[in-house]
C-alpha cells in the first residue's frame, strides 16, 4: 500500500510539473517570457478578461516611468510622444477599469517606478457607477501601495497563487493548448506597449452602436447613478499624483454625438454636464488644498467631423473614428495623445471654469444638429435598442 501511495505520488508530481514545465514553455498569458514577445505572441488568445493579471505582472517586470490608466476606450491611445520614453512607456488601461482600480493601479505603477508622467482617461460610465468598487479579476494583494510592499507575504503569496493558476491550472492548460494550436478565437489585437485594437467586425458601425446603446446606456435607466463616490476616489488620484511630483494629465474620453443623445433621452443629460463640472471642482479643490497648480484637464467631444460622424454599416465604418460609438480607433487615439501633451494650439479643449460651459454649449449644439440632420437613421437605431426609445 505504501508502495502504490509513493509511485501515486511520484506519477502525480511527475505530471503536474510536466503541466507546468509546457505552460510555461508556451506561456500563452505573456508574462514569462514577455521580453520577447511580440504582437503575435501576445494574440495567440483573447487576454481581454485576463488583463487584470497580466497587466500588474507586466508592471512588475518593465518598471514603466509613463502610463496610461483608463477603461478600454483608452487602449487605443498609443504612449508615444515627444518627451515619453519610448522603452519605459505603457498603456495600462484594462476594460471596464473602476476609478478604484484606476487608483490602485496607479500606486501599483508608482511602487514598481517610480513614475515621470500620468495620462489619466475619465469615462462618464466608469464614474456614474458607485458600485462595484472593483471588476472580477481583480485582487488588492496582486497590487503594491509603495515599493516595500513588493516584498510583503501578501503579495508574494498572491503571486504564488497567479503561478499556480497560470502553470497549474485546467485553464491555464486548455489556453495553452489553443495557443500552440492556433485553435483559440480572438477578435483582438495586442500589442508591447498595452494597447490592442479590435478585429471583430460584429460589433462595430451601426450594429456596434445598437449593441452598446443597449448595454452602455438604456440597461442604465432604472437604476440610481451618481458621482459621489467615484469622485472622491478621483480626488485620491489627484492628491497621490501631487505628493508623488508625477506629471499628471487629464482626458474626458469621447463619444459619438448619438451616445450623448441616448444620456439626454434617458433623464441623464444634465448628469452628463455635471460630470464635466465636477471634475474640474475636484481638479481644483485637491490643487488649493495642497498649494499647487489644478492639473491640465481636456475634452474632445466638440471635435467637428469626429464625434458627429456618419454612422457607416459595419463593412463601411473601417475608416470611422469610432467603431461602436464610444470606442475609438488610434487614428483618435493619436490625435488625443497629441492633444492632451502638446502645450498651445492642439486638437483638444482645455477645460476649466471659464471655458466648460462654452464647451458644453458646444457639445449640445453638435447634438441637436447631427439629430437633425440625420433623423431617420437615429429613430432606426433607437428603435433597435429598445422599443421605449421610440
Known amino acids: 500500500m505504501k508502495r502504490y501511495l509513493l509511485l501515486t505520488s511520484v506519477l502525480t508530481f511527475g505530471l503536474c510539473l510536466l503541466v507546468a514545465l509546457f505552460n510555461y514553455r508556451v506561456d500563452p498569458y505573456a508574462i514569462y517570457h514577455f521580453k520577447g514577445a511580440n504582437v503575435d505572441s501576445l494574440s495567440r488568445i483573447d487576454q481581454f478578461f485576463h488583463l487584470r493579471v497580466t497587466k500588474p505582472w507586466l508592471v512588475v517586470q518593465t518598471k514603466p516611468t509613463a502610463i496610461i490608466v483608463g477603461t478600454s476606450r483608452s487602449a487605443t491611445v498609443h504612449p508615444q510622444h515627444p518627451g515619453w520614453p519610448k522603452s519605459h512607456s505603457y498603456n495600462l488601461s484594462v476594460p471596464g477599469q473602476t476609478v478604484y482600480e484606476m487608483l490602485r493601479f496607479i500606486e501599483h505603477a508608482q511602487a514598481n517606478g517610480p513614475l515621470d508622467k500620468l495620462m489619466l482617461g475619465l469615462d462618464f460610465e466608469a464614474f456614474i457607477h458607485p458600485e462595484p468598487q472593483f471588476k472580477s479579476g ?98 485620491a488620484i489627484l492628491r497621490f499624483a501631487h505628493q508623488q511630483k508625477i506629471e499628471t494629465r487629464l482626458f474626458i474620453t469621447p463619444e459619438h454625438v448619438f451616445m450623448i443623445d441616448l444620456w439626454w433621452r434617458l433623464g441623464y443629460g444634465e448628469l452628463w454636464n455635471e460630470f464635466h463640472r465636477r471634475l474640474i471642482e475636484v481638479n481644483n479643490q485637491v490643487a488649493m ?31 470611422s473614428f469610432f467603431t461602436d460609438g464610444i470606442h475609438f480607433r488610434p487614428d483618435l487615439g493619436k490625435q488625443i495623445m497629441a492633444g492632451v501633451w502638446t502645450d498651445g494650439d492642439a486638437h483638444g479643449a482645455r477645460l476649466d471654469l471659464d471655458s466648460v460651459e462654452p464647451y458644453l454649449t458646444e457639445v449640445g449644439q453638435l447634438r441637436v444638429d447631427f439629430e437633425s440632420a440625420n433623423s431617420k437613421l437615429t429613430a432606426n437605431l433607437r428603435r433597435e435598442i429598445s422599443p421605449e426609445l421610440e
Do not use: C, M
Not at 467637428?304 to 463593412?315: I, M, R
Open 138 to 235: 481583480f485582487e488588492e494583494a496582486r497590487l503594491a501601495r509603495d515599493a516595500g510592499d513588493l516584498s510583503s507575504p501578501r503579495f508574494i503569496w498572491q503571486r504564488l497563487s497567479d503561478v499556480r493558476d497560470t502553470l497549474l491550472s485546467v485553464p491555464g492548460f486548455s489556453r495553452s493548448l489553443a495557443a500552440l494550436t492556433g485553435t483559440a478565437t480572438v477578435g483582438r489585437r495586442y500589442y508591447r506597449d498595452g494597447t490592442w485594437v479590435s478585429t471583430n467586425s460584429t460589433f462595430t458601425g451601426r450594429g456596434g452602436y445598437i449593441y452598446v446603446g443597449r448595454t452602455n446606456i438604456f440597461e442604465l435607466h432604472n437604476e440610481r447613478l451618481d458621482l459621489d463616490k467615484n469622485l472622491q476616489t478621483f480626488a
Open 289 to 319: 488644498e495642497l498649494g499647487v497648480k489644478p492639473f491640465p484637464l481636456f475634452g474632445f467631444n466638440h471635435l467637428q467631423g469626429v464625434v458627429n460622424e456618419p454612422v457607416a454599416v459595419s463593412q463601411n465604418s473601417g475608416k
